[in-house]
């Protein structure tokens, strides 16, 4: 494909990924950012197999390696002590774990990589493409291009996707979650993910974030469930009644939360579901959240994200046309996706609601299914972003296991 000049709106991770990307196949590549400033949104997330070999591609992987935290197990419990989840990525293979990262260090590494980084255009909210695919319309109302491709990455709220004609569905989930970076200390599980749950109305996670580029703090993400309707009700109640409910479900966490002493310190994160029948309309096309916001119960956005970037650079390196090349990026990215809208709609309610049946049989059946061969590694593929389909298996380049061994 010839040179195209590409307008990228949204400079979150896939906005990221695909301005690197895209740039550097020759591209001339324009960014629009509605906040006033550059920087990351949200505390820390795992970085599943799937986004490591992204980051691989990309030459990140080394720098990503040195500031995150392997993550070798996923454990959740009741404040009992009764196990619900115990998952081992060596079950699925031994060379294999997850990374967890705080979204400061990703968003330096990623911006760090693309010289254009400088020259984005931030505060700029992109509210409208017009019917030719081929403009934009800001907040206002000025126009933007004309260019050969508009890439939508605004996010799991896109205020662009309608203008696909193709949504589905486009909904909020009732539950949230409020975030924050705790330092580490000697906190006793600095390879795993903990969580624990009252049925499916409270969880509490504890994950291993490690440090970022300007803070060499090793730091945990912590976060706290609740419905998004009762946000406000919890600020006003104030820290100290909440941290003492936190620590009597979770004893032994206090000193990772000393720290919190004014609800400011926590922020609120909301989620949407959003699935398109078609990803893309003339010469606007979706990536990351914008084209398949999904529940965070399966901690897949961010590898999504940078899987999406991928496959479409690779679709454009392979059609001559556009169009062909947005119909070669959806193919290639839908079978993964949907499995994970599946599940990831399925799996919501067993975690997050008021239905305390679903979380007793939740308790009872979750970890013997996961012992089972099959049950075991079915977990871990999902867990592992390698499910394709309903049986297929995303296979992972022997080049970033070898590469992933030698950094190991």
């Known amino acids: 494909m010839r040179k195209q000049h590409i307008a990228i709106v949204g400079y979150g991770t896939a906005g990221q990924a695909l301005a690197l990307l895209l740039s550097r196949d020759g591209h001339a590549v324009e960014v629009f950012e509605r906040a006033p400033q550059l920087g990351p949104v949200g505390a820390g997330f795992l970085l599943q197999p799937t986004g490591l070999q992204v980051l691989w591609e990309l030459g990140l992987l080394e720098a990503a390696l040195a500031h995150g935290r392997r993550v070798r197990r996923l454990y959740g419990e009741t404040p009992c002590g009764r196990a619900v989840m115990d998952m081992r990525y060596a079950r699925l293979d031994v060379g294999l774990f997850g990374l967890g990262m705080q979204r400061g260090a990703l968003f330096a590494l990623l911006a760090d990589a693309w010289p254009g980084r400088t020259e984005v255009r931030q505060g700029v909210s992109i509210e409208e493409v017009e019917e030719d695919t081929r403009w934009l319309r800001d907040h206002t109302g000025a126009r933007h291009g004309p260019y050969d491709l508009i890439i939508a990455a605004d996010g799991s709220a896109s205020r662009l996707r309608r203008h696909t004609g193709a949504v589905r569905l486009d909904a909020p989930y009732p539950w949230g979650a409020l975030w924050c970076l705790v330092p580490q200390g000697e906190w006793p599980w600095p390879d795993e993910l903990r969580q624990r749950y009252v049925a499916a109305r409270k969880m509490i996670g504890m994950l291993p974030v490690g440090t970022r580029p300007d803070d060499g703090t090793p730091r945990l993400s912590f976060f706290w469930s609740l419905p998004t309707a009762t946000f406000e009700q919890w600020h006003g109640q104030g820290v100290e009644g909440w941290r003492r409910e936190v620590a009597a479900i979770w004893p032994g966490i206090e000193a990772q939360l000393a720290g919190l002493v004014e609800p400011a310190q926590l922020a609120r994160a909301s989620y949407r579901e959003a699935a398109l029948?078609?990803?893309?309309?003339?010469?606007?096309?979706?990536?990351?959240?914008?084209?398949?916001?999904?529940?965070?119960?399966?901690?897949?956005?961010?590898?999504?994200?940078?899987?999406?970037?991928?496959?479409?650079?690779?679709?454009?390196?392979?059609?001559?046309?556009?169009?062909?090349?947005?119909?070669?990026?959806?193919?290639?990215?839908?079978?993964?996706?949907?499995?994970?809208?599946?599940?990831?709609?399925?799996?919501?309610?067993?975690?997050?609601?008021?239905?305390?049946?679903?979380?007793?049989?939740?308790?009872?059946?979750?970890?013997?299914?996961?012992?089972?061969?099959?049950?075991?590694?079915?977990?871990?593929?999902?867990?592992?972003?390698?499910?394709?389909?309903?049986?297929?298996?995303?296979?992972?380049?022997?080049?970033?296991?070898?590469?992933?061994?030698?950094?190991?």
């Open 277 to 408: 029948t078609r990803w893309s309309r003339g010469r606007l096309v979706m990536a990351g959240d914008a084209a398949h916001s999904m529940s965070p119960q399966l901690g897949q956005g961010v590898n999504m994200a940078l899987m999406d970037a991928l496959a479409l650079r690779d679709a454009l390196r392979a059609e001559t046309e556009v169009e062909a090349a947005l119909a070669r990026y959806q193919r290639e990215r839908e079978a993964h996706v949907r499995i994970y809208q599946f599940w990831s709609r399925w799996l919501t309610p067993i975690f997050q609601s008021e239905h305390d049946w679903i979380a007793h049989a939740r308790d009872v059946a979750f970890l013997p299914l996961g012992r089972l061969p099959w049950g075991s590694r079915h977990m871990l593929r999902v867990l592992s972003g390698t499910q394709h389909g309903v049986f297929g298996k995303l296979p992972l380049q022997p080049a970033f296991l070898q590469a992933l061994a030698g950094l190991g």
